[in-house]
């Protein structure tokens, strides 16, 4: 390695204070400097930081936005989500391979544009979608693939791809994106944002005692809205009174779910609302320090988020005696992911914020009494914090007038697929499914996956149940397939999804869905017997209840929600072997061989 | 104020200090919990499930959830039996095991419980993986064919020996063991005393040299099922 790099990487460690905790920091500005973390980097950062240099490859091999081995300067990414496949992702993925000359995996060889698939991007109301770098293009079609490639070659520059800017802040000069917000249905918490006063959440909340604070979420009832649904309150309260250790608040902005981008939208046009939710619980809770944990997918979202935050603390809403309140200090500081969809699940997501691969850590200890960095941690979703704000603003009993019984306020869906209007709806919990598939235009749809592939597939049957807590629990992500879909399909995708974004960490997640995937395949290509849907069953639920983590845990359900839902399509394909032998083992191929030595056909098996 | 507190596995009252694992106590008491990746001395790491129980009808890994008061816990189960047996299969398919010729054999925690579990051959169809091997060091080899993933050696070398001479790399299917070292054993500090070479519950971190030593008869398992040891005590 030239000494020029070796001073690069060196500079990069000092500038982060050769700190081990900011190694995603690190990496990432080696791999955008460098176009990698080579060996030779990972030695120099291990000396920076003094930590074995395995430590760092361990880190650095586990996001997919770093490699090792060099890759160009610009990285293409093609969103491959099933939402993308049936938007035409093939035909685009070919335009993209024809016009580079070279395959998924490949870098060109002038070394200048690498091709790649990535999961799930966050732009499903607009696919078929690609990462540049950081520059987000969608609706793709083949002709666009061809611009985009000559002007890649032409300038070597993905900001040039930039020409018809989005709406609302997508056209501010620090986005530039042209992304599309696509906001369907303004509800009464989170988009009626014309009718708040900023910050005057905040300033109620200051008004009153922390513990006050608390109690107001607590009477809102208001449940963690990215997917788990545990009380916010109470979280709050187990980080407040934990007691020794300085608190963090971590935002969790790694909206990863497959078919999910309300977060994307609430980034873009609500980051003060954002923010003031944050602030409100670094208060409740007795922090000083928030993190926003922004996925590496939204890395176009960072210059502007970092401005508002500048903008927070010019107007005294951030930093040190917040709004004139003595001794109140908080801030907010931006933590960028690298490609991962376990660093969505809440402590793998604090193990990367350490600068540690993304793997969940053991429970207890919980957040709430050792996070970061050992620390008391509360950790929320995006939308939580603005419903935080607004409940802060109009008070808990205006909030339960909103919604169920049971489950109070709005939901923001993401809704995408097989519909005339796809984009964000923010609607009271309580609609039916088939009052949600009107709303969106999707009179014929023959299924509904609720949640993402972390969800549940549901059928027809199930249309007339409703969006909350007790029914079909959800953060946010709404596909809907047509009649013309093959569930089987969908279902093959989202298992190959899971063997993609689990992080090794636990045998059955690991391993057993790459078994469960081989099964689902073996019925799909009409090689099954009827009794490999019970292994499917039995295996899926050894998945579901040995798993370390919520995705390991959730990973099984495309197969286990379909099997209950969509039964028929398995039975459909699945036959009993007549000669005694399985489907799948064909007798005549294995004895060719000796056949054409012996010069006979078997006496057995003619 | 007493620290002692009791809690029940499967129908039978056990005794437990505060803060021991559900995995501890019940050694204490001679009741037996399969496990691989959890060994005595070593920081708990809950990747393995092997030890999967029930605790008040919610599934935990008994290696690190920790006892309480009262705790309904469930062990010896058909369905539990049945999640351990998938799970001990799912190791096997997803390595390169050869029993028959591994020199760990009958001292091979996971073929014990293989045995223990009464699997003759797994059912799920081998995955067949590339793996590396690496034999570079004079005294020590590493065969990733037949790891399985538990951390014994990195928690080992970390803890006990105060070095850090593995980790993982990679993730799901692909993850791997990795040294602390550009490419190879030999350039990592590890030697023949450290604990972190005699934790590796399979054949993938073996000594050279000593292949086979122990005659068929004589070996760890060769009498008396793994976990025999804990339910006689």
């Keep these: 390695m030239s000494k020029e790099v070796a001073t690069a990487v060196k500079t990069i460690c000092t500038q982060c204070n050769n700190d081990r905790s900011r190694m995603m920091d690190i990496v990432r500005a080696v791999q955008e400097q460098f176009s990698c973390v080579s060996d030779e980097a990972i030695d120099v950062i291990a000396r920076q930081v003094s930590t074995p240099r395995v430590e760092v490859e361990s880190t650095v091999s586990f996001y997919?936005?770093?490699?090792?081995?060099?890759?160009?300067?610009?990285?293409?990414?093609?969103?491959?989500?099933?939402?993308?496949?049936?938007?035409?992702?093939?035909?685009?993925?070919?335009?993209?391979?024809?016009?580079?000359?070279?395959?998924?995996?490949?870098?060109?060889?002038?070394?200048?544009?690498?091709?790649?698939?990535?999961?799930?991007?966050?732009?499903?109301?607009?696919?078929?979608?690609?990462?540049?770098?950081?520059?987000?293009?969608?609706?793709?079609?083949?002709?666009?693939?061809?611009?985009?490639?000559?002007?890649?070659?032409?300038?070597?520059?993905?900001?040039?791809?930039?020409?018809?800017?989005?709406?609302?802040?997508?056209?501010?000069?620090?986005?530039?994106?042209?992304?599309?917000?696509?906001?369907?249905?303004?509800?009464?918490?989170?988009?009626?944002?014309?009718e708040f006063t900023p910050n005057a959440g905040l300033e109620k909340a200051l008004a009153m005692s922390p513990v006050e604070v608390i109690n107001e979420v607590n009477t809102a009832r208001l449940r963690g809205r990215g997917g788990a649904g545990f009380p916010a309150g109470m979280k709050w309260e187990f980080t407040r009174n934990a007691e020794s250790g300085e608190k963090y608040i971590i935002c969790n902005a790694d909206e990863g779910e497959p078919g999910t981008f309300k977060d994307r939208v609430i980034l873009t046009e609500l980051p003060d609302r954002l923010f003031e939710g944050m602030t409100i619980a670094g208060y409740a809770i007795g922090a000083e320090n928030g993190i926003l944990y922004l996925r590496g997918e939204y890395a176009y979202l960072y210059d502007f988020l970092s401005q508002m935050l500048n903008e927070r603390r010019r107007q005294g809403l951030l930093g040190t005696d917040i709004l004139g309140k003595k001794g109140l200090n908080f801030d907010i500081r931006i933590q960028m992911g690298a490609g991962a969809y376990i660093c969505g699940e809440e402590t793998a997501l604090i193990s990367s914020c350490e600068g540690l691969r993304g793997d969940p850590k053991n429970r207890p200890p919980f957040p709430a009494q050792e996070g970061y960095l050992k620390n008391p941690t509360c950790v929320n979703n995006v939308e939580t914090f603005c419903c935080v704000v607004s409940i802060l603003d109009k008070g808990a009993a205006w909030f339960s007038e909103i919604g169920t019984k049971q489950s109070h306020g709005t939901k923001l869906l993401s809704v995408s697929g097989d519909c005339q209007s796809p984009g964000v709806y923010e609607l009271p919990f309580g609609i039916t499914v088939n009052e949600l598939l009107k709303e969106v235009g999707a009179p014929n749809a023959a299924a509904v996956q609720i949640g993402g592939p972390s969800g549940q597939m549901i059928c027809k049957d199930d249309f007339n149940r409703t969006i909350c807590y007790d029914d079909l629990a959800t953060g946010g992500s709404v596909m809907v397939f047509g009649?013309?879909?093959?569930?089987?399909?969908?279902?093959?995708?989202?298992?190959?999804?899971?063997?993609?974004?689990?992080?090794?960490?636990?045998?059955?997640?690991?391993?057993?869905?790459?078994?469960?995937?081989?099964?689902?395949?073996?019925?799909?290509?009409?090689?099954?017997e009827p009794c490999d849907l019970e292994v499917l069953q039995d295996l899926g639920e050894t998945v579901k209840t040995a798993s370390r983590c919520g995705l390991g845990q959730t990973s099984a359900n495309p197969i286990l929600t379909t099997l209950k839902n969509f039964r028929s399509a398995y039975e459909a394909l699945v036959k009993k072997s007549k000669d005694g032998m399985q489907p799948s083992f064909d007798i005549q191929a294995v004895l060719q061989e000796s056949q054409d030595i012996a010069g006979r056909k078997s006496v057995h098996f003619s | 104020m007493s620290t002692t507190i009791t809690f029940i596995i499967d129908e039978v009252e056990v005794k437990a200090q505060k803060g021991q694992t559900i995995l501890e106590a019940a050694d204490e008491a001679g009741i037996y919990i399969p496990r691989l990746c959890a060994m005595k001395d070593l920081t708990p790491f809950g990747s393995c499930r092997v030890c999967t129980v029930l605790v008040n009808g919610r599934p935990q890994a008994a290696c690190t959830q920790p006892v309480a008061p009262g705790i309904v816990v469930e062990n010896n189960t058909e369905k539990l039996l049945n999640i351990r047996k998938n799970i001990i299969e799912m190791l096997f398919v997803e390595g390169n095991h050869f029993c028959m010729f591994c020199e760990k054999s009958g001292n091979c925690e996971l073929q014990a419980l293989a045995y223990r579990l009464g699997i003759d051959a797994p059912a799920f169809p081998y995955q067949f993986p590339k793996r590396e091997i690496d034999a570079t060091h004079r005294d020590i080899f590493i065969d990733r064919n037949r790891c399985i993933l538990c951390a014994r050696c990195v928690r080992a070398s970390r803890d006990l020996d105060g070095k850090n001479v593995f980790q993982f790399i990679g993730r799901g299917p692909e993850k791997r063991i990795a040294v602390n070292a550009q490419i190879k054993l030999s350039d990592t500090d590890i030697n023949l005393t450290d604990k972190a070479v005699d934790v590796c519950p399979v054949g993938a971190i073996l000594r050279k040299r000593v292949g086979y030593k122990v005659p068929v008869g004589q070996r760890l398992y060769d009498h008396k099922p793994i976990g025999s040891e804990i339910e006689t005590r």
């Design chain 1, 64 to 194: 997919t936005f770093l490699s090792k081995t060099p890759k160009g300067k610009i990285v293409i990414r093609l969103c491959n989500d099933i939402i993308d496949r049936m938007n035409g992702f093939d035909v685009i993925a070919n335009a993209f391979k024809q016009e580079l000359g070279i395959n998924f995996g490949e870098t060109t060889p002038d070394g200048k544009i690498s091709l790649e698939h990535t999961a799930c991007i966050g732009m499903c109301d607009q696919a078929p979608a690609a990462l540049i770098n950081n520059v987000v293009v969608t609706d793709l079609s083949s002709d666009k693939v061809r611009s985009i490639v000559k002007t890649l070659k032409e300038t070597g520059d993905p900001q040039k791809l930039v020409s018809r800017l989005g709406d609302g802040n997508n056209a501010n000069d620090l986005v530039k994106a042209m992304v599309h917000n696509n906001i369907r249905k303004k509800g009464d918490v989170v988009f009626a944002f014309s």
């Design chain 1, 483 to 528: 009649p013309e879909r093959n569930i089987l399909d969908v279902v093959d995708y989202f298992m190959e999804f899971f063997i993609e974004e689990s992080c090794g960490y636990c045998t059955p997640c690991r391993a057993g869905n790459v078994l469960l995937k081989q099964y689902l395949e073996k019925i799909i290509d009409g090689k099954g």
